[in-house]
């Protein structure tokens, strides 16, 4: 049994798509899968089903994962209902529903706790998965409010540890040494960075393999217009090391 964790990340987690193809051309397939915030919408799509390549299409279609690109004036919160009708025309509506188990991860900001989503409303769980704190308002479930998985949890392995014999852990968000700050959009995204660093240590160390593209340095996590680039990231990188990753999955 293999699971696999998708990190969040932005733009940035387009690169899980190329590690997925990659990954299924060599016959390492998931029988579960775990997420966080775009970790949560492409596993939502994989696990309905949809290839690699048919999720990309749909994300340079749709425009997908724009509510990652913050706006900096605005009155109010921004709505998440786009990408509410996105997951409507293409999922199903519940995780049973699903054709690979999922769970989702999100942040229960009152209790302070990651909640581990895997039954009932879907598209409402990915939504919760997703919402970027103060841009969006908390995402209310049986009386919960839930905020971006990511904040406590990036890389949620923790719950595939007892349904796994092995576990892939795929992240998106290396961090550069020789990061250069002149925005205030770049002390936003590399001070998200350093936290999501420090909260994944405890996921990595429970992975039996750790997939993370080295050169997505070169992208921000509100790139979207190089969506392709991100994903050939990703590809690239799991098909030139997937020999060091069947090895430790011991295939």
């Known amino acids: 049994m293999i699971g696999i964790a998708l990190s969040g990340g932005g733009a940035r987690g387009i690169s899980h798509l190329g590690v997925l193809k990659a990954l299924d051309e060599n016959n390492i397939t998931p029988n579960v899968m775990s997420g966080t915030s775009a970790g949560a919408i492409i596993g939502g799509f994989y696990s309905a089903g949809f290839t690699p390549d048919q999720i990309l299409a749909i994300i340079i279609k749709t425009k997908m994962l ?9 009155q109010g919160l921004l709505s998440m209902d786009s990408l509410h009708k996105i997951l409507k025309d293409n999922l199903p509506n519940t995780f049973e529903s699903l054709k690979l188990p999922l769970i989702v991860a999100a942040t229960a900001i009152e209790k ?76 936003m995204e590399r001070s998200s960075l350093l936290a999501i660093s420090k909260n994944t240590e405890k996921s990595k160390a429970l992975a039996s393999v750790f997939i993370e593209p080295p050169l997505l340095t070169n992208f921000s996590g509100f790139d979207l217009s190089k969506a392709q680039e991100i994903f050939e ?11 060091i990753f069947a090895e430790k999955l011991k295939l």
């Open 66 to 74: 724009s509510i990652f690109k913050p706006a900096f004036s605005w």
């Open 112 to 187: 302070g706790e990651t909640h581990y989503f895997k039954e009932g409303d879907l598209h409402t769980a990915i939504l919760a998965s997703c919402c970027l704190p103060v841009l969006f308002n908390p995402v209310g479930i049986d009386e919960v409010k839930y905020i971006d998985g990511g904040i406590l949890n990036n890389l949620p392995v923790e719950p595939l540890v007892d349904k796994s014999d092995f576990i892939i852990a795929v992240g998106c968000n290396p961090i550069s040494k020789t990061h250069t700050i002149s925005t205030f959009k770049d002390v």
């Open 233 to 243: 990231t990703g590809y690239r990188y799991t098909s030139q090391n997937i020999a």
